[in-house]
């Protein structure tokens, strides 16, 4: 099963997406392209109705569920928080029952977010792996649908976002992308074939979760620990198959950002253009200072996604008190 969908897949999509949520802007601003010494364009996920780009890959996949499995009594899948509130606010829609699993100590305002949208919430195990194991096996007990982190119709819906960003800035020659269970790297890949672009296109993961990184240069699948404090959306300990099969494929380079840079980042983010990031929403940001001055950022227009802003108050707050350099 091939991750990337084709153009006919991607304007299906895009119609589903629309039926639920406007598209989101991109803009460019002075300070950030200051500081980067270059044209950057961020794409504003994190203005979505659920605050991060995945909503859009689970409007797609619960319309393609209904008609898959019309009699599904009910769905289950594992997250760190973007994910299963993507899945909770599409179940909703289309009154299905959503059950999400979380690891022990996740973001508690990420949790709150998915049970107003109505999932029963779950916290088993000390990370994402841990917690995706124990819904595939609630999933065999309950006769629930196991939802994955990476599917076609979700690389289909979380493509429009590239798709809008692509069409709006079709000279974009570089663009970076935060690396969770690759949904979002194989959408921009899938965005830019589907439009013939050149547009590079950079994976960043965490350097304390570089399992994709680690993968990506060795040529074969391998786990590495995932430690990360504030990139939880890139904690990822065991690449997925599908999409690391992609990134192997089509990335120009992935690179590994500290949870320090993304701090830096997440400031910058904040006193440039007055968002909020959360961590993995800075990454790309982050990636893209660490290489201000390689050719691939240097005199080129980069396109940043601030990929979402769902961060705990005591986190940023703790964050965003500290002096940027």
Not at 20 to 29: C, E, G
């Amino acid at each position: 099963m091939t991750l990337l969908p084709s153009r006919s897949d991607l304007d299906a999509a895009a119609a589903i997406v629309y039926g639920a949520m406007p598209a989101t802007p991109q803009f460019s601003w002075p300070l950030l392209n200051e500081a980067l010494g270059t044209e950057a364009w961020v794409k504003h996920e994190n203005h979505t109705a659920t605050g991060a780009f995945k909503v859009r890959g689970g409007l797609v996949y619960l319309d393609g569920l209904a008609r898959r499995e019309p009699g599904v009594s009910g769905i289950i899948s594992a997250t760190r928080g973007n994910h299963g509130q993507s899945l909770a606010f599409a179940a909703r829609r289309h009154g299905v029952r959503a059950t999400i699993v979380v690891p022990h100590g996740n973001s508690a305002e990420k949790n709150a977010a998915m049970r107003s949208l109505g999932a029963q919430l779950l916290e088993y195990g000390d990370d994402f792996q841990a917690s995706r194991e124990y819904a595939l096996s609630l999933a065999r007990k309950q006769g629930l649908h196991m939802v994955p982190s990476c599917h076609p119709d979700l690389v289909a819906g979380v493509a429009s976002y590239w798709m809008e960003l692509f069409h709006a800035q079709p000279e974009l020659d570089t663009v970076f992308v935060p690396i969770g269970q690759g949904s979002g790297f194989c959408a921009a890949v899938a965005a830019r074939e589907a439009l013939g672009l050149r547009t590079r296109v950079i994976g960043v993961v965490s350097s304390h979760a570089t399992a994709y990184m680690d993968s990506f240069r060795s040529g074969e699948l391998q786990e590495a620990p995932a430690t990360t404090d504030l990139a939880d959306g890139m904690a990822c300990r065991t690449p997925d198959a599908g999409s690391l099969e992609v990134v192997r494929r089509y990335a120009d380079d992935v690179v590994a950002v500290s949870d320090e840079e993304v701090a830096r980042a997440i400031r910058l983010y904040y006193r440039a253009t007055h968002n909020l990031a959360e961590g993995a929403g800075a990454a790309a940001l982050a990636a893209a200072t660490r290489m201000k001055h390689d050719p691939r950022v240097a005199g080129c227009k980069v396109g940043l996604p601030l990929t979402g802003a769902n961060v705990d108050a005591e986190k940023i707050m703790r964050v965003l008190s500290e002096v940027l350099p």
